[in-house]
């Protein structure tokens, strides 16, 4: 059974910074991409980052470069989505995703976590 559990969402003040982690609980996708996307309130879920298998490879979304920077963690099946220099516009609901191929780390994702949010105030 797929468990991906994501955490470390809240409520942030603008400049801020958060630490999100998803939990690959049931240890299924260490040999496989993980990512992160997000969905703000009346707008479409848009890609926010991915790592490949080994943590070797990482791609991002135009809109969050150079100030979210994601990571894993294989002996803990964790992924990690690091967010610096927050701002209002970062405000949405980010949730864990992954997958059993191989391919481009933007897209392609069957597996989903219930989303953690996080709210950035100016």
């Known amino acids: 059974q797929v468990q991906l559990v994501e955490s470390g969402g809240g409520l942030v003040q603008a400049g801020g910074s958060l630490r999100l982690s998803c939990a690959d609980n049931e240890g299924t996708f260490p040999s496989y991409p993980m990512a992160w996307f997000r969905q703000a309130p009346g707008k479409e879920r848009e890609f926010v980052a991915a790592?490949?298998?080994?943590?070797?490879?990482?791609d991002y979304g135009d809109s969050v470069k150079d100030r979210f920077t994601i990571s894993r963690d294989r002996a803990r099946n964790t992924v990690y989505l690091q967010i610096d220099s927050l701002k209002p516009e970062d405000t949405a609901v980010y949730y864990c995703?992954?997958?059993?191929?191989?391919?481009?780390?933007?897209?392609?994702?069957?597996?989903w976590g219930q989303g953690t949010q996080v709210t950035v105030s100016s």
């Open positions: 790592v490949n298998w080994s943590g070797s490879t990482t």
């Open positions: 995703a992954a997958r059993r191929r191989y391919g481009p780390l933007k897209a392609g994702y069957d597996y």
